[in-house]
């Protein structure tokens, strides 16, 4: 990759990418933990505010809300990526066998 500003974008997103995604893991994750938990015990637990059920949606929410922006960075990576590959490669001599002479 060249040294550019889009390299330092390509770095900077594609750690970006990969914090949201376990974030957003993680956040389903508990989610369907606490959804398992809670409607295993329905009738035996009764918790007073906030209830279980706006906790569990405002968990799935964030968890949603992060694979959006891991969507979002995920492409805008690619873009800076792309940006900063397009330079002449390394070595640019042709090292093949030539079938002409053949």
């Known amino acids: 990759m060249r040294p550019s500003g889009s390299r330092?974008?390509?770095?900077?997103?594609?750690i970006t990418s990969w914090v949201?995604?376990?974030i957003?893991?993680?956040?389903?994750?508990?989610g369907s933990v606490r959804n398992a938990y809670h409607t295993k015990y329905?009738?035996?637990l009764k918790q007073s505010a906030p209830s279980c059920?706006?906790?569990?949606?405002s968990v799935f929410r964030a968890g949603a809300a992060f694979i959006v922006l891991t969507g979002?960075?995920?492409e805008?990576?690619?873009?800076?990526f792309s940006k900063s590959n397009n330079g002449p490669p390394p070595y640019?001599?042709?090292?093949?066998?030539r079938m002409e002479n053949l």
């Open 8 to 14: 330092s974008w390509a770095i900077c997103l594609f």
């Open 92 to 97: 640019a001599r042709d090292t093949g066998v």
């Open 53 to 57: 059920e706006t906790m569990r949606k």
């Open 42 to 44: 329905r009738n035996l």
């Open 72 to 74: 979002i960075a995920s």
């Open 76 to 80: 805008i990576y690619y873009v800076s």
């Open 20 to 22: 949201t995604f376990i």
């Open 24 to 30: 957003a893991a993680a956040c389903l994750l508990a």
